[in-house]
């Protein structure tokens, strides 16, 4: 057997002589505790622990508040984004409509439904981004490309592809853009 991995049998140190007994035990010397005074930090104690419970419970119904108002806010959120695609095709079913006859009952008849559908979103807190003029925003705009113009200063939108919707203070969908490149090289 190794000397190294011996084990020597669990015994307690002697006393060392030159510390007195009095600072080896501390606890020999400690008078009984007041059972007032424990008491009264107990009742403290748990005092202290009601308060943050209520607290955290208070936070807790305000963090929940939020949250369904917040649910509530965005809930359509989705639905609106699906109803997009079927606004476009709208949109240029409309433009078709114009080019062939404005005073045509069907250019009309598209009119007024779009009048209605930008109701129904506005109701809804939905409102389009046009940002033609404005300066490109990646946050809120899809460049498909640039092209240089004199009439709108560089990093600006020149026209808009397709629009872009905001759910009061949420982005449904950017707006897909077409940007200025500045002046045309000679």
């Known amino acids: 057997m190794d000397s190294n991995n011996t ?7 002697a006393p060392n002589p030159d510390i007195p007994a009095a600072v080896e035990t501390p606890e020999a010397e400690t008078p009984p505790a007041d059972p007032l005074t424990e008491a009264q930090a107990e009742a403290s104690r748990w005092k202290d622990l009601a308060y943050r419970n209520a607290a ?3 936070n807790f119904r305000k963090r929940m508040s939020r949250e369904t108002q917040e649910a509530r806010t965005y809930a359509n959120a989705d639905l609106l984004r699906s109803l997009f695609p079927i606004l476009d095709s709208f949109e240029m079913g409309l433009e ?3 080019a062939e006859s404005e ?3 069907i250019f009309m008849g598209m009119n007024m439904v779009q009048k209605q559908l930008q109701d129904f979103l506005k109701d809804f807190g939905v409102q389009d981004i046009c940002p033609v003029g404005q300066g490109f925003d990646p946050n809120l705009h899809d460049a498909v490309s640039q092209e240089p ?3 709108v200063a560089e990093g600006s939108v020149i026209r808009v592809m397709r629009k872009g919707f905001m759910l009061k203070d949420r ?3 950017p707006a897909t853009v077409v940007v200025s490149s500045g002046p045309a090289a000679s």
């Open 7 to 13: 084990q020597t049998p669990d015994v307690e140190p």
């Open 56 to 58: 955290e419970l208070d």
């Open 96 to 98: 078709a409509a114009r």
């Open 103 to 105: 005073k045509s009952m």
């Open 149 to 151: 113009s004199t009439d």
């Open 171 to 173: 982005l449904l969908r």
